[in-house]
C-alpha cells in the first residue's frame, strides 16, 4: 500500500520561501510522477505542478516562476519549494503519485502565510 | 485552462435515495492516447481527497459499486445509487487531459 507523508512548517511569513517534503513508502519515487496540489481555505483544488525522477518537471504557468520542484531518490522523497509568498498562498497543500489520475494522496499541509 | 463547471453546488439527499453529479468541460477531454482522463474525488470533512473513479468510469479498489461514472465528450456524471452516511462530503470532478490539469468546484452532498 502506498503512502504519502507530508512534512514541513505550517506557517511562513510573506516573501520567504514555502518548503514542504512528502516522504513515500510502498513505492519507489523513480516508478511514477508525483504531484502537488493546494486549496484555498474554503475554496477548490488548484494544480502547482509535477515532476518525475529523471528531472521532468511541469508547473502551473500561474505559479511558474515561484515553484520548484525536486526529487531525491536515496531518500524516497520529493519537495515542493515556492517563494515570495503572499497571504494568497495560504492554503492545504497536498503531495499526490502521478498525474492525471492523482492517487493516493498525503495527509495534507496547512500553510499560512503571516508576519 | 479547462473549466470545469459541476453542478449541483449541494446536494441534499435522503438516505437510501440516489444522487447525481454532473460536470462539464470547456474542451473536450480525449487525450491523444485515446483515454479520457477524467476523475471523480470524495472528500471527506478534515479528510485528504480520495480518488474514486478514474477515466470516466473505472471504480478504484474499495469504492463500494454504489458509486459509478458515466459520460464522454465534454458532460460527465457521478452516481450514488444510494446514499449512505458514510457519503456526506465534497465531491471534485477532475481533467487530467489538457494542462494545466483543472478541477471543479466540488458538490456538498448531505444527508436531508
Known amino acids: 500500500q502506498v503512502h504519502l507523508q507530508q512534512s514541513g512548517p505550517g506557517l511562513v511569513k510573506p516573501s520567504e520561501t514555502l518548503s514542504l517534503t512528502c516522504t513515500v513508502s510502498?513505492?519507489?519515487?523513480?516508478?511514477?510522477?508525483w504531484s502537488w496540489i493546494r486549496q484555498p481555505p474554503g475554496k477548490g483544488l488548484e494544480w502547482i505542478g509535477y515532476?518525475?525522477?529523471?528531472?521532468?518537471?511541469k508547473q502551473n504557468p500561474s505559479l511558474k516562476s515561484r515553484v520548484t520542484l525536486s526529487i531525491d531518490t536515496s531518500k524516497n522523497q520529493f519537495s515542493l519549494k515556492m517563494n515570495s509568498v503572499t497571504a494568497a498562498d495560504t492554503a492545504v497543500y497536498y503531495c499526490?503519485?502521478?498525474?492525471?489520475?492523482?492517487?493516493?494522496w498525503g495527509q495534507g499541509t496547512l500553510v499560512t502565510v503571516s508576519s | 485552462d479547462v473549466v470545469m463547471t459541476q453542478s449541483p453546488l449541494s446536494l441534499p439527499v435522503t438516505l437510501g435515495q440516489p444522487a447525481s453529479i454532473s460536470c462539464r468541460s470547456s474542451?473536450?477531454?480525449?487525450?491523444?492516447?485515446?483515454?479520457?482522463?477524467l476523475n471523480w474525488f470524495q472528500q471527506r470533512p478534515g479528510q485528504s481527497p480520495r480518488r474514486l473513479i478514474y477515466?470516466?468510469?473505472n471504480r478504484d479498489s474499495g469504492v463500494p459499486d454504489r458509486f459509478s461514472g458515466s459520460g464522454s465528450g465534454t458532460d460527465f456524471t457521478l452516481q450514488i445509487s444510494r446514499v449512505e452516511a458514510e457519503d456526506v462530503g465534497v465531491y471534485y470532478c477532475?481533467?487530467?487531459?489538457?494542462?494545466?490539469?483543472?478541477f471543479g468546484g466540488g458538490t456538498k452532498v448531505e444527508i436531508k
Open positions: 515532476i518525475y525522477h529523471s528531472g521532468d518537471t
Open positions: 477532475m481533467q487530467g487531459t489538457h494542462w494545466p490539469f483543472t
Open positions: 477515466r470516466v468510469s
Open positions: 510502498g513505492a519507489s519515487v523513480s516508478s511514477y510522477y
Open positions: 499526490a503519485r502521478t498525474t492525471r489520475e492523482p492517487g493516493p
Open positions: 474542451q473536450g477531454l480525449v487525450y491523444s492516447d485515446g483515454n479520457t482522463y
